[in-house]
Structure formats: C-alpha cells, structure tokens
C-alpha cells in the first residue's frame, strides 16, 4: 500500500477528559494502552473543542467546519449528513468506511450516517449494556458489554477487509458517558482505595461571575442516585456529602475508562496481528473535556479549561517519529483536513479546520494560529443552566463572554441574564480561579483580546453575538 493511501483508524470517546490519561500527566489510573499512541506517535497538548458538547463537536469533527456552519449548534438541532465530510470524501477516493457506535446526531433519512460502506450506531446515548444497534438494514441487540461490543464489530471488519483497498474505520465510544455503568471486570478497581480529590472541588467561585455560581453540575448536590449507584447517605453534613459523592463518581467514571483502555490495546493488537500498524493512522480523541471534580462540577459546555481541552493522540510510523508532542493550538475543526490530507484527498474549501498534518512532521509553520474560537450555544439548557457564551483562548490567556441570552436556537432557553466577562492569565492563574476583566493592570491585555475575538469571529463567519461595542 502507498504511503500516501494510509488507514484511519480513529477512536473517538465520549467526555473523557486529557485529565484522565495517564500520557497527559494523571495520577488518577494508569492507561497504559491509550499511552501507547502516545508513547508511539504524537500527544498534542493544546487540542481544543470550538462547542464543548457531544453532537455539535461531532458535527465539526466531520466537516472540519464550526457549529453555526454545520447547522449542529445544540443537542436540539440535528446533522444533515448529506453535507461534505471527511468519511464522504475518502469513500469516494476509493476508501472503504465503517462507522461503529455513538452517532448521537439524529436519525432517519438526511440524519442517519452517509459515506460509509457499512455503519451500525448505538440510538441516542445508547446503553452500557446490551446495545441496540441501529443499521441501514434495521436493528439488532448484541449481549454484552457496550465498549467491548463496539470493539468486537470493529475488530470483525478489519479481519474482513479487502487487502485491495485502504480503510477508515470510526470506532466512536459511549464512554465513559454518565451515567458511567463498569463493566463487571472492573467493578472492583479502586475498592479500599481513596481516588485523589482535584485541587478545586471545593471552589467556592469567588473569583468569577453568575454563571459559575448558578451552574447545576455540582458533584455534592445535582448527581442523583442513578449516576451514584446508590442512595445518598442521610444526614450526611458538608463536606462530607461532596466527598462521598466524588468518590462514587469518579471511581464508576475511572472504571468505564479502563474499560476503553483495555479494548484500545485489543485493537492496536489486532492492527500488528494483521501486520497493519505501518500503514494506519491511529488517532485518539474524546468529543471535548469533562469535569472530574474539578470545580465542584461533573459535566462539560463551560469554556473552563478541563471542558475546552481534549485529548488528541496520533500513531502512524511512516511519518510521525515516537514519543513527540507539541503545544500548538488544535481544535476539533482541524481534524477532518487532517484526515484528508495524510490520505492524499484535497481538502474542499468549506472546511474551515487547518491539516495537523505538519505539527506531526515534527513542523510548526510560521503562520500557524495563535489562538482559537469558541462558542457555546445551548443557553440555560435545563438541566445544567450554563449561559450561552462565546470566548478566545491563547497561549497565555483566556477572555470568555456570557452573552445573556438564547437567540431563538432550538434547546436555548429564552429567559436572559445580564452579560458579563471573564478574563484569565492561565500562567499565573492556570486553575482559572480569578477573572481580572476589570483589573486596571489587564486593561491592554482585555483591549487586545476582544479585538482578537471580534477578529476570529469575522474570520469564521460567524453572526454577531452582542450589540453596539461597549468602551474598554
């Protein structure tokens, strides 16, 4: 096979955090499965998510586009897969695609998967156990447990190949998605044993505005008995109660974790019993961060940092040497031009992502960006009530805006807050505990970051999000 015509094989989770893979520095759990495509390839320490929930980021990781292009701006509003996507393009230049698990972007008719030879998909979220699995031909049930399922079906396609043709294989996860049901072959990691409390979990939010004062994802008040396996004790006073509740969360989310670390290093097996791993590109990611008790919180949408950063790992020997890194900026749109490039497709001008394809040479070009757009859509949805935002991140600091209000998008409340800021100096301040919007010694700092964020909105097309500009 020409190295210009490789294999994707690309394992997408779902909410797992880069904080929770022991190749990105945690001392949670080792994963040393996951740490081989790091230890092999390329770790990327500066991913991020342009809309930190599930279907949108799908969305844009398949178009290589943002939210308010792809028409994916909310868990409310589905995919019209009709539109170009990398799984499309490769197909058509000859590749044979499989996507096996979570879709989690509608379905029937223009919803439903296209520019794949096969798919089958979990319905909704899907379940744990026992997946019902949606097909073009129908569904099916399939006994076990979901992770190694999806695996199974993964590793049955690869045997099944034509040797003839490259193939692009989408393995996209449930996990470790709430409500984070193990496998009965990790029930028991982490009994007797005490996980480590992050820094935060008692952050009282004294340093930011409404949105992180009224949020509803706090792990010693909104998880409820389905999530924590069990009743909550009574009578038990602070900060017990969060405590008890952080270990029986994280300890259930560490394990569906296991779980995709060890069916992960099945399927790298599978790759060398095959004698394919020269010839495939191996990439790792989630569909954006998650709170582990960081914050007081579980759940994701915020423009904080464990919710904006994803994981991103890439294998492929022809061209990425072993055990790099590097701390460019990245996000979710990039990842379908660089799919297509390391395959030997142009790239159409509707993508609105940048190919990875240098950074894994080992090249960081001149002109590569120095900070990225955000933008959060679903307003005060009505379980975990954060307020639409949008914001930039750079190196070294980050300014969010809550905008204060819905604009009518499916799944965004109507009701409106006030608008406010934040700024972060993520040098001085990484845990992003202290806005200094409104510290006079950031004034030039604030003026130059809006003015970078009114840019990047131009730059990607988005619409306006507030009124007349106020004096800074």
Not at 178 to 202: I, K, M, N, Q, Y
Not at 259 to 267: E, K, M, P, V, Y
Not at 370 to 397: C, F, I, K, N, Q
Not at 445 to 464: A, H, N, Q, S, T
């Amino acid at each position: 096979m020409s190295e210009h015509r490789p294999n994707l094989v690309f394992v997408l989770t779902d909410d797992h955090a880069a904080h929770a893979i022991s190749a990105y520095g945690s001392e949670l759990m080792p994963t040393p499965q996951l740490d081989r495509i790091a230890v092999e390839g390329m770790r990327f320490d500066a991913t991020f998510c342009t809309n930190a929930l599930c279907a949108p980021s799908r969305a844009s990781i398949l178009t290589g586009t943002y939210s308010h292009v792809n028409g994916v701006r909310t868990l409310s509003t589905h995919f019209d897969a009709r539109q170009p996507t990398f799984p499309q393009l490769l197909r058509d230049a000859g590749y044979q695609n499989w996507l096996i698990g979570k879709w989690h972007l509608g379905h029937g008719g223009e919803h439903d998967p296209h520019g794949f030879d096969s798919w089958e998909i979990l319905e909704d979220q899907g379940e744990y156990w026992n997946p019902e699995l949606l097909g073009a031909t129908g569904r099916r049930t399939v006994n076990g447990y979901t992770t190694t399922v999806l695996t199974d079906l993964a590793l049955e396609r690869i045997a099944r190949r034509d040797p003839d043709r490259p193939f692009c294989l989408l393995l996209w996860h449930k996990a470790p998605h709430r409500s984070w049901d193990p496998d009965v072959a990790h029930l028991g990691l982490f009994d007797g044993v005490d996980v480590p409390e992050p820094p935060t979990l008692f952050d009282d939010y004294g340093g930011r505005g409404r949105a992180a004062h009224e949020a509803r994802m706090r792990v010693g008040r909104d998880l409820n008995e389905r999530d924590l396996k069990a009743p909550w004790p009574a009578g038990l006073p602070e900060p017990e109660r969060t405590r008890w509740a952080y270990q029986s969360y994280i300890k259930d989310y560490l394990r569906c974790v296991a779980s995709i670390d060890d069916n992960t290093g099945r399927l790298l097996d599978a790759l060398d019993e095959h004698d394919l791993a020269a010839d495939t590109v191996v990439a790792y990611s989630s569909d954006q961060g998650f709170f582990l008790g960081d914050h007081g919180w579980y759940d994701k949408r915020f423009m904080y940092e464990e919710s904006l950063r994803m994981p991103l790992m890439v294998r492929y020997p022809r061209e990425v040497a072993p055990g790099m890194s590097t701390d460019a900026i990245a996000t979710n749109v990039d990842f379908a031009p660089t799919f297509l490039d390391l395959a030997g497709v142009p790239v159409p001008p509707r993508m609105q992502g940048r190919s990875l394809r240098p950074l894994l040479r080992g090249e960081r070009p001149a002109d590569w960006r120095t900070s990225m757009y955000y933008r959060y859509w679903e307003h005060l949805d009505g379980s975990h009530h954060v307020p639409a935002h949008v914001g930039v991140r750079t190196a070294t600091h980050k300014l969010v805006h809550y905008i204060g209000e819905g604009f009518g998008v499916p799944g965004a409340s109507a009701d409106r807050t006030e608008p406010e800021w934040e700024l972060f100096d993520l040098v001085a301040d990484p845990a992003e505990l202290t806005s200094r919007y409104d510290d006079p010694a950031y004034a030039g700092v604030r003026r130059e970051l809006r003015d970078e964020l009114e840019r990047l909105r131009r730059d990607v097309g988005d619409e306006p999000w507030a009124g007349p500009r106020q004096d800074v």
